[in-house]
């Protein structure tokens, strides 16, 4: 059975930084695509970020593009997604999900995602 972990999170000031932590088992980790999606009360979840460890392709969200980084330790079987300049808005539970794709499947879309962890809180106020 697939297992996904995620860890990290936390309360930030604006401005700040936090580094969150996935890990997933294998086949996945290998072969498939591990993304981050978010999701604020009252809000549909949302495609942050994703990445290809087999590759290192990486998918961001315009929304975070140049403030998220996404990376992956192959040891340790796990991703990892570093925010920085967090803002208000970034507030929301964060999940780590996984799975393989089709070919043309977006993995910024939560729908074609079956394996996901408990989410982990990250809160930024101003």
């Known amino acids: 059975q697939v297992q996904v972990m995620e860890s990290g999170g936390g309360s930030v000031q604006s401005g700040g930084s936090l580094r969150l932590s996935c890990a997933a088992s294998?086949?996945?980790?290998?072969?498939?695509?591990l993304a981050w999606f978010r999701q604020a009360p009252g809000k549909e979840r949302e495609g942050v970020s994703a990445?290809?460890?087999?590759?290192?392709?990486?998918y961001y969200a315009d929304s975070v593009k140049g403030r998220f980084t996404a990376s992956k330790d192959n040891t340790k079987k796990s991703v990892y997604l570093q925010l920085d300049n967090l803002q208000p808005e970034d507030t929301a539970v964060y999940y780590c999900e996984a799975d393989h794709l089709n070919s043309g499947a977006s993995p910024l879309v939560d729908r074609y995602f079956l394996f996901w962890g408990q989410g982990t809180q990250v809160t930024v106020f101003s």
């Open positions: 294998e086949p996945i980790f290998a072969t498939g695509y």
């Open positions: 990445i290809r460890p087999r590759d290192d392709t990486t």
